[in-house]
């Protein structure tokens, strides 16, 4: 048993994690939350809970291939620094490009932003943060000079008000969620959340805000004005540490967009605790006009002086695990390195620094351009690295129409089959969490050290070591020349000695002589400090910028005449490469859903539990429809987390264009024009079997992970043979022609269950849960395989709200109808939401539902 301190995969809260490896190489190991990281104090979320469920090597990238072949490293490499040279010496540097990612290390990042800009020439080095953070980043650097996060958690541990705005917290940063809620407990703090679905975050607050799909400018700016009106501006800060663009104060007077009675609540609420913190994420970042929404937050604190102050602030907080390390070492194609521009003196700067051969001319091509680029064919080489752009960028059948007209397609992942992966040349198969070893810098600039627990499978490699192989073989070996992720960290440290000298709060060079036994031991550090605008703004003039902002002009279109909404489930992660793999994970969610408001769903002949089909301009997906009136009237909202690897028709990012934030660059993926067809397949079914397999033909179909393999569901037209989507055995079946149903189990040697088919043309569906856990197994009866439930029927849990405990909707209602009244005595009973807690809004959701419907029921 060893035991190591590391941080999780995942999320940008950047929890800790303390993982007690058992050492027999059999990469098993127990994690739970670090008591001592400041980002957690112990808690973990479902997803970093269950972790270890995620790091086997199921699905791993092992080896380096060329094509479809099994290649040894020297002969990828040398064809990766082949072609890439060969492609600047005849097309140019800016013919070559990077697509990189905040799940690398800030030493892999750092590497990646070397070769390219200092020693390819070329500023054609982007991030999937474009997609994530880039309106932020914009906005921070128009208000203060330098992308600076001027709060702290420990904000969120002192503050009155907590507005939470285009962030369903409660899913998507859990552990922040849960550290707002204790503050809640502690001090009565209050929570407003502005986003237009009712999300469960939506459902703790104080007051929800359902405000329409890119309302937020219009909205802040209002409450500014009110502001304005009721005394509620700091007359002192604005005038000593605050400049305002000309005509500030005469734009703001907008419509809020809001009904006047709720826009009264808010202001009252936002007027009477001063000490407020507004957290801030997709919902703000991911629009066509996402940095003005994020300069309207802003606006908003600097003008009311919260700002600086312990519990005040606006608080953008980063989505992947190492987003801002990639920000700070300059992994966005607008940033040279370390915070720093394109001018004459800072690429001079930085060129002496590496001393690079070709230092860039400018800034590189943002992520959605790069594509266009590739696309044209002016980009001719890209190399793809711990990212899915084939999933995630927007429009996607152009993204791939793009990869599949590119000469060389590199793609470093841990995973051998993914959507992108499908494009590449050639793949490099990259060491993942469990192996990686360096650091990641979470939202409140807080630089944690992933280490490794298990030796490296296979031929992986670390991403660092795999670029600086190129590099050398491209003739630019002394400058690539460490061994060690340590000596690349110093020298990260080091460079931010050209930040420093500008004034800028980015100041790491107190870590530029680390030992590596130092390096080793690394405990947390923050930079910049707790509160890092306090004294000065990194700006010319050291004042904050008050930037005037316009809400963006509506969008309608007859033929499109819904919003469409994007959005992430409690416990997938992105494209699901990783999450996708656990069976206590893919419980909560298991396939894609339509959310739509009952209204329209009745206007479009949607039924809840059927299927749907979402069009827009660039292309069209297949969901489960779900009815919700936590939906507005007139818009839809589906997940962006399905591939073609997990689904037939479900991946989200056909739908969104190519549009984005005109500053930032970028993609508006949460405000779309949609509309929807309701599909009425004629036979639905579904299928468990151990391995993969990819139908075709069908109106949908999904893959979900259950214990021992998936669980496929699939609809479709005309004909269909169930069977052949099973494999060999021995066949039991039965089957009602007249009915269009068909059951089909197979056995394998010694009779256990290797898979099993359930087919019906009008009738119902066994219930999926006990079919699924008999896969396998030989404990059921023929009889009861056929019938898909067991002869002594067991109690429906309906659908699972706690993964950990395996506890459904039905048996917290059981507990409520038995007198359970809090969350507490709900987890007393059921020990639904006693282990990680990302259940426990639900739980209260579920209270809620109960307790109105007993009110009715007693009216
Ligand atoms: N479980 C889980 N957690 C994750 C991730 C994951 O994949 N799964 N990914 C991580 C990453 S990289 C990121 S970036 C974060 C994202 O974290 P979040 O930003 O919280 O996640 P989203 O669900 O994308 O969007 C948040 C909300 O924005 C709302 N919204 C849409 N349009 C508007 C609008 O115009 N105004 C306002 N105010 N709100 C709007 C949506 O309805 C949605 O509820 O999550 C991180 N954490
Ligand atoms: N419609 C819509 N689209 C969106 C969003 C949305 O809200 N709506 N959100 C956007 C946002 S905020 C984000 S952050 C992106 C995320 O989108 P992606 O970055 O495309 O999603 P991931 O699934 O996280 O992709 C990570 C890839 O890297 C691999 N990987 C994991 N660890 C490592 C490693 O250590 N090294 C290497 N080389 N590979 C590794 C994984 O197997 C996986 O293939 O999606 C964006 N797209
Ligand atoms: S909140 Fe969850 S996903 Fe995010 S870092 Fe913490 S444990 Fe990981
Ligand atoms: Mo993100």
Not at 39 to 54: D, F, I, Q
Not at 479 to 494: G, M, N, T, V
Not at 802 to 817: M, Q, S, T, Y
Request: aromatic share 6%; net charge negative; proline share 5%.
């Amino acid at each position: 048993m060893k035991v190591i301190r590391t941080t999780c995969a995942y999320c940008g809260v950047g929890c800790g994690i303390t993982a007690e490896v058992s050492g027999d190489g059999d990469r098993g190991v127990a994690i739970v939350g670090d008591r001592q990281h400041p980002a957690n104090s112990g808690r973990l979320c479902s997803k970093g809970t269950h972790l270890a469920e995620t790091v086997g090597l199921e699905g791993r990238l092992l080896r380096p291939m060329i094509g479809q072949g099994e290649a040894s490293w020297d002969d990828a490499l040398d064809l990766v620094a082949d072609r890439m040279s060969d492609c600047i010496a005849r097309h140019g540097p800016e013919s070559v490009a990077f697509y990189v990612s905040g799940q690398l290390l800030t030493e892999d990042y750092y590497v990646a932003n070397k070769l390219m800009k200092g020693f390819v020439g070329s500023g054609n080095i982007d991030t999937n943060s474009r997609l994530c953070m880039a309106s932020a980043v914009a906005a921070h650097n128009r208000a203060f000079g330098e992308d600076v996060v001027p709060c702290s958690y420990e904000d969120l541990d002192a503050t009155d008000l907590v507005l939470l705005v285009g962030s369903n917290t409660a899913w998507c940063h859990p552990v922040v969620w849960q550290r707002i809620e204790k503050t809640r407990e502690r001090r009565g703090t209050k929570i407003v959340v502005i986003d237009p679905r009712r999300t469960e975050t939506a459902e703790q607050a104080d007051l929800h805000v359902p405000i329409a799909p890119d309302g937020d400018t219009a909205l802040f700016n209002a409450l500014l004005a009110e502001m304005n009106r009721r005394g509620k501006l700091d007359p002192a800060f604005l005038r000593d540490r605050v400049e305002a663009d000309a005509g500030f104060w005469d734009g703001l007077d907008c419509d809020p967009g809001v009904t006047p009675g709720l826009f009264a609540k808010l202001c009252n609420i936002v007027a009477e605790h001063p000490r407020m913190v507004t957290l801030f994420s997709q919902g703000a970042n991911q629009s066509v006009g996402g940095t003005d929404k994020g300069n309207a937050i802003i606006n908003f604190h600097l003008a009311t002086g919260r700002i600086n102050r312990i519990g005040a602030g606006p608080f953008s907080i980063t989505g992947q695990p190492n987003a801002m390390g990639g920000r700070e070492v300059g992994g966005l194609a607008n940033t040279l390195a370390c915070h720093l521009g394109f001018s004459e003196q800072e690429r001079a700067d930085v060129s002496a620094f590496w001393a690079a051969p070709n230092i860039c001319a400018g800034p590189g091509l943002k992520a959605v351009d790069m594509f266009r680029a590739i696309h044209q064919g002016k980009i001719r080489f890209l190399w793809v690295m711990a990212t899915n752009p084939a999933v995630s960028l927007p429009d996607s059948q152009f993204v791939r129409e793009a990869l599949s007209r590119c000469p060389t397609v590199v793609v470093s992942d841990i995973i051998a089959d993914t959507d992108t992966a499908r494009f590449a040349h050639v793949r490099l198969p990259a060491h993942g969490w469990g192996e990686k070893d360096g650091t990641v810098t979470n939202s409140e600039r807080c630089v944690s050290r992933q280490r490794a627990l298990f030796a490296a499978p296979g031929q992986t490699r670390a991403d660092w070591k795999i670029m600086a192989d190129v590099a050398a073989r491209m003739g630019w070996a002394e400058s690539f020349a460490w061994d060690k992720p340590a000596q690349i960290f110093r020298e990260y440290a080091l460079m931010t000695s050209l930040s420093k000298a500008r004034g800028k709060v980015l100041d790491l060079t107190h870590h530029a002589r680390l030992s590596d036994d130092d390096y080793e031991a690394m405990e947390p550090f923050q930079w910049g400090g707790e509160r890092p605008l306090a004294w000065r703004f990194p700006t010319e003039s050291g004042k904050a910028r008050l930037v005037s902002v316009r809400p963006p002009a509506p969008v309608t279109s007859a033929d499109f005449p819904l919003r469409l909404n994007t959005a992430r489930y409690r416990d997938q992660w992105h494209t699901m490469t990783r999450t996708g793999l656990s069976a206590t994970l893919s419980q909560h969610r298991p396939e894609p859903l339509l959310e739509v408001h009952p209204a329209d769903a009745e206007t479009f002949g949607l039924v809840d539990g059927g299927l749907g089909r979402v069009e827009t301009a660039s292309g069209s997906a297949v969901y489960r429809v779900q009815v919700s009136t936590g939906q507005r009237r007139g818009e839809v909202c589906v997940p962006m987390h399905w591939t073609d690897a997990m689904a037939g028709e479900g991946r989200s990012n056909r739908l969104p264009s190519q549009a984005v934030d005109p500053v930032s660059g970028q993609p508006g993926f949460k405000n779309g024009a949609a509309r929807v067809v309701a599909l009425s397949p004629a036979w639905r079914a579904f299928v468990v079997r151990g391995d993969v397999i990819a139908p075709e033909g069908l109106l949908y179909w999904t893959r979900s992970r259950i214990k021992a393999g998936w669980l496929y569901e699939l609809a479709g037209e005309g004909a269909i043979d169930i069977s052949a989507l099973l494999p060999d055995g021995e066949r039991l079946e039965v089957a009602d022609i007249a009915r269009g149903m068909r059951r089909i189990a197979v056995r394998g040697e010694g009779g256990s269950l290797v898979a099993a088919a359930y087919l019906t043309r009008s009738g119902e569906l066994p219930s999926r849960g006990w079919v699924a856990d008999q896969l396998g197994l030989d404990e059921a009866s023929t009889a009861e395989l056929l019938a898909g439930r067991p002869s002594t029927p067991l109690p429906d849990r309906g659908p699972i709200v706690c993964v950990c405990h395996g506890v459904g909707e039905k048996d917290i209602e059981l507990a409520v109808n038995e007198g359970a009244a809090t969350v507490a005595e709900v987890g007393g009973c059921t020990r639904a939401g006693t282990n990680c807690g990302s259940c426990r809004p639900a739980i209260a959701r579920l209270l809620e539902v109960c307790s109105t419907l007993e009110r009715e029921a007693a009216e």
